[in-house]
Each structure stands twice: as structure tokens, then as C-alpha cells.
């Protein structure tokens, strides 16, 4: 229950910030203020809030939508690299004998 107010809180939230941002028509990088709603949001729900920023914002603020591209690229190859680990330290200690 709780994680799914989380997930759609997110997902509100993206909308939300991709509107006010959109709304305000000045293109350019994000503000640190917005990096950090990006990230966090991006952090919740990837996938989806990728769509909602990049395709949001494409049109209008191309500049914005690539920079939240380079975000979604340095966040999955970081969950990547986190992936990788918890694998090959599972297979380490998962075949050890003591």
C-alpha cells in the first residue's frame, strides 16, 4: 500500500514538475532545485518518469530533455554496476566453504 502511494506520488509529481518547468518557458540546464526533483523522481519510477520529462519537454525545452536523458543514462548504468556487484558477491558467497 504504501509503496504504491510512493510509485503514483512520483508519477504525479513528474507530471506536475514537467508542466510547471514547461509552463515557465525558459529553456537552458535545470536548476539545482529541479536536478534534485528529476533525480529523486527518476529514481522512483525510471522508466516512466523518463517519458514524462523527455517527451514533456522535447519540443519546447530541448535542452532540459537532453539533460534529463543524461541523467536516466548515469542512473541505469550506476543500478547496473550495483546489479553486477550484488551478483558476483551472491556467487562469492554463495559458493565459499567455511
Known amino acids: ?3 504504491n502511494l510512493l510509485i503514483f506520488g512520483s508519477l504525479g509529481y513528474s507530471l506536475y514538475l514537467m ?3 514547461k509552463k515557465a518557458g525558459v529553456d537552458g540546464k535545470l536548476t ?3 536536478k534534485i526533483q528529476v533525480i529523486i523522481t ?3 519510477t525510471t522508466a516512466i518518469s523518463w517519458i514524462i ?3 514533456g519537454w522535447k519540443g519546447s525545452l530541448p535542452i532540459k ?3 534529463v536523458n543524461s541523467y536516466l543514462l ?3 548504468l550506476v543500478l547496473g554496476a550495483v546489479a553486477i556487484t550484488a551478483l558476483a558477491l551472491a556467487v562469492f558467497f554463495s559458493t565459499r566453504r567455511g
Open 1 to 3: 500500500m504504501l509503496w
Open 19 to 21: 508542466n510547471k518547468v
Open 32 to 34: 539545482r532545485n529541479e
Open 42 to 44: 527518476l529514481l522512483l
Open 53 to 55: 520529462y523527455y517527451y
Open 65 to 67: 530533455a537532453k539533460q
Open 74 to 76: 548515469k542512473l541505469f
